[in-house]
């Protein structure tokens, strides 16, 4: 089985730049889930999509972050214009609809913003 | 509100002791689901345990056991013989079907840090 994967693992930026984060999800997995984990943290809900469809979009999530799933497979996170504050490991998670429904989780992306 | 706590955030044994990492959550629902998941020095979160609600049977899983008491709105976690690849981050969660589309969105305790040590 291929699990989650996310691409890259790790991004160093300069404050301002935009960056774009990519996630692909277990193959038959129709729900698919951004977080945020800062050092010492959990991870913080960002955004949630159901197929191509999203769905909910946490307040933590300001207008220069945008998420796609343009097909209902992969998913895009971009970052614009990016502060200091935006350093955090970003993780993606899929999950079949169902039931016995459980999040898995790829292994992040680490941002740095200089 | 949702609410996960762990109250615990570092914990370190020696080898082959018993350990307990404790989980505490509040929620307003009657269906929810809680997690258990491991995240070692590497960064991935790994899947351990999923319990619904409405199932208090306790779990038992090689060296690891989970402890489900809707009674005090606990969800324990206990690593018996405990061996230093057990070292890691582990972290409670709960979801519940709210929001939008029937978001189930985890909320996470902040996590207790075990440390097994040789």
């Known amino acids: 089985d291929t699990g989650v994967s996310q691409d890259p693992r790790h991004k160093i930026t300069k404050r301002g730049q935009n960056v774009t984060f990519r996630c692909d999800p277990i193959s038959e997995h129709n729900r698919l889930y951004w977080y945020r984990q800062t050092l010492g943290q959990g991870p913080e809900f960002l955004t949630y999509?159901?197929?191509?469809?999203?769905?909910?979009k946490s307040r933590l999530l300001s207008d220069r972050f945008s998420a796609e799933r343009p097909k209902g497979s992969f998913s895009t996170l971009e970052i614009q214009r990016t502060e200091q504050g935006d350093s955090a490991m970003y993780l993606c998670?899929?999950?079949?609809?169902?039931?016995?429904?459980?999040?898995?989780f790829g292994p992040g992306t680490r941002l740095l913003v200089l | 509100a949702q609410k996960v706590t762990q109250a615990q955030t570092e914990i370190s044994v020696v080898e082959k002791e018993d350990v307990t990492l404790d989980c505490v959550y509040e929620?307003?629902?009657?269906?929810?689901?809680l997690f258990w998941y491991k995240q070692p020095p590497s960064g991935e979160l790994v899947f351990l345990i999923r319990r619904n609600s409405f199932d208090e049977q306790n779990e038992i899983s090689g060296r690891y056991s989970w402890n489900f008491q809707k009674s005090t709105s606990s969800f324990n976690f206990t690593i018996t013989a405990s061996q230093v690849v057990d070292s890691a981050v582990y972290f409670c969660a709960l979801s519940e079907a709210r929001g939008a589309g029937n978001n189930r969105k985890l909320i996470w305790g902040l996590g207790t840090s075990l440390a097994v040590n040789p």
């Open positions: 999509f159901q197929n191509e469809a999203q769905l909910e």
């Open positions: 929620t307003r629902d009657t269906t929810y689901y």
């Open positions: 998670a899929s999950s079949l609809k169902g039931r016995l429904e459980t999040q898995y």
